[in-house]
């Protein structure tokens, strides 16, 4: 199958700063890639769609300007968290899907980030 | 959008056992998914299934699209199958590649 690679796999970071996560397509173009978050013990939940070469489309209840999302490439979406705090603490994780008739989804390895 | 159900939301099992995970949609899919979520939360596929049915090994999957339901079977159970297991689905209309992710089951084996 496809591989989708996501980095970092987890990181710690203080409160106020702003962390960026990359998630890349290594063997397939994605024009469409998304963000999901996950908090313990729950299920995936769809934060935005990141749209190649436009802007990304969020969600009810995403805040747009605290997780911006740029998908310069067709490999490469990039998630980043703004001003984080400790409430921003989860499971981050994407996901592309290579064709058009089979639309099977790949997932990053995702990260799992900690704001202190 | 589309809901999706799982069942049931734990199950225990001795090494050896067999089991059956189901999963019912409340509207047309292009696409379902069964995923296995390991300890670290890589997420595994298991089968692309929008419909019929597809083996691997001790596991294989059947989806009914007309009644909107997919079930998971899982064969001589191992520790190393336990785990969340996922059903997830992309609704007809949807966006390419965007899921509708059930709450999962979460499985535990033991030895």
């Known amino acids: 199958g496809a591989v989708v690679s996501q980095h970092p796999s987890w990181v710690i970071c203080k409160s106020g700063t702003s962390v960026k996560i990359e998630c890349r397509s290594l063997?397939?173009?994605?024009?469409?890639m998304f963000w999901y978050r996950q908090f313990p013990k729950q299920s995936l939940m769809l934060m935005a769609t990141?749209?190649?070469?436009?802007?990304?489309?969020?969600e009810q209840g995403v805040e747009k300007d605290k997780f911006l999302i740029n998908h310069a490439s067709l490999t490469l979406s990039t998630l980043t968290v703004t001003s984080a705090h400790p409430e921003d603490s989860s499971f981050y994780i994407c996901?592309?899907?290579?064709?058009?008739?089979?639309?099977?989804?790949?997932f990053g390895q995702g990260t799992r980030l900690t704001v202190v | 959008g589309i809901q999706v159900e799982q069942s049931p939301p734990d199950l225990i099992l001795q090494e050896g056992a067999n089991s059956t995970l189901r999963c019912n949609f409340s509207d047309s899919v292009n696409n379902l998914q069964w995923f296995h979520q390991n300890p670290w939360g890589q997420l595994i596929n298991l089968f692309y299934i929008p419909s019929g049915t597809k083996q691997n090994g001790r596991l294989s999957a059947t989806t009914v699209a007309t009644e909107r339901y997919s079930l998971l079977y899982i064969s001589s159970s191992q520790t190393t199958d336990s785990g969340v297991y996922f059903c997830?689905?992309?609704?007809?209309?949807?966006?390419?590649?965007?899921?509708?992710f059930g709450r999962g089951t979460q499985l535990t084996v033991w030895p």
């Open positions: 997830a689905v992309e609704g007809r209309g949807s966006t390419l590649g965007r899921l509708y």
């Open positions: 063997d397939f173009q994605a024009t469409t």
């Open positions: 990141s749209n190649e070469g436009s802007k990304a489309t969020y």
């Open positions: 996901s592309a899907s290579g064709g058009r008739v089979n639309t099977e989804a790949f």
